[in-house]
């Protein structure tokens, strides 16, 4: 009884082989999805235990769909890299051919963004200044209020009293520049200045340098320029008797990349 019913086993499972195989093979399904190795060592087991005729059979339709199979994954490694060449070519020539206007509903329509943020624009402030002006109360006050209107510098302590910069945050900034800098102290006097406030992003870069004016203006770093190079260095004690001045520095994005090439 125990022959037969492991008889009817190795059938069984030669016929689920054979099923699977010839499915995968047949509706076009990936030929990756299914571990041949695994099929292939099951096989050589169950071979030497074949007795019939049947049985031998379907250990050879079972090969042959295997065989199948491997074709089947070089044809399709080989249509895959094509895709990866083509693929963009055609996605580019594509392109081209919509519009602005059908560009721009194609990606509204795939668009779903993880989160938003709601904020004023130019437009809507500018809608609601004029209707502001319109109002008989305040239209009076249109002339002194463009007057107003114009460019000028803030300190950090009207940043922080009109909730643009909180002190929590700058603090922390603040002491984590900090904390770089004078690690690189330990190793030498004085530190050049973009070694000092570049970083790996443009955002990154731009508060280590508010955080270097801010300490500088603490009287905890002092700043200097080498006559002969022109270079700005930073220093944890005055290097010399100099005159408290000021120094301006700027950085707009194309120099944070242009340095940032130079210094890979």
Known sequence: MDKIDKRSEIYERLIKIIEVTKNIYENRIDPFKIDLNKIIEELAQIFPKLKSADEIGLDMEALYNIALLVRERGDWIRSESALLVLGPLFAMLR??????????????????????????????????????????????????????????????DELRKYGFLSEEGFRKIVMKFRNRIEKLFKRRDRIDYWECVMANSFQRTVENAYALSFLISRGIYFIDIEPLSGKIYVYKKMPRKIISSSIVTSISYEDWVKRRMENE
């Open 95 to 156: 392109i081209k051919l919509f519009n602005p206007e059908e560009l721009a509903k194609i990606f509204l329509e795939s668009w779903h963004p993880i989160i938003s943020l709601n904020q004023i624009t130019t437009t809507r402030f500018l809608s609601a200044l004029n209707y502001w002006m319109s109002l008989k109360k305040y239209g009076g006050r249109k002339i002194e209020l463009i007057k107003d209107i114009g460019f000028s510098e803030i300190s950090f």
